[in-house]
């Protein structure tokens, strides 16, 4: 019986490693396949975002020519960066454009929202403008507020 187990033993090994190489190739493979669909679905979702806004700048630009026109420009310049428009609403100044990119599985709709910087407050409560009337300014955010005892003036006596 020994001879026939070391011939048996020493053979029931042979083409492990092939099989443990294949089966790791294999798990390459699709997580290099993930990898690849993520990298595309970022992609996407940057095309979409770039497109949209600056459809809505374009809106935004041409207000002034009524809400047809300005989503007509909106929707060609969307068409410009190999997306389309989904939707488009001017009012006033402000132009409110959603734009998608994308195929399948891999489509991407993205807002934007354009108009001028001093324009009515969002939803957030911020006109977005950059002005600020000194250190006791409040931005309406979780940041940069300042409390009640915040003094504007020059510090007394000194």
Do not use: N, Y
Not at 121 to 148: W, Y
């Amino acid at each position: 019986m020994s001879r026939w187990c070391a011939r048996w033993c020493s053979a029931s090994d042979r083409g492990s490693a092939t099989v443990w190489t294949v089966g790791a190739i294999a798990v390459l493979c699709a997580l290099f396949g993930a990898v690849l669909a993520m990298g595309q679905a970022v992609v996407v979702r940057h095309r979409a975002a770039g497109a949209a806004d600056l459809a809505a700048l374009a809106a935004a630009d041409h207000w002034s020519d009524g809400g047809a026109v300005a989503c007509a420009r909106a929707d060609r310049v969307a068409r410009a960066q190999s997306a389309w428009l989904v939707r488009c609403a001017v009012e006033g100044e402000i132009s409110d454009v959603t734009a998608a990119s994308g195929k399948g599985p891999f489509t991407a709709e993205v807002r934007s929202r354009a108009g001028p910087a001093g324009g009515p407050a969002g939803p957030g409560g911020s006109t977005g403008s950059a002005e600020s009337s000194g250190p006791a300014a409040s931005s309406g955010g979780s940041s940069g507020s300042v409390g009640p005892a915040a003094s504007v003036g020059p510090e007394p006596g000194g």
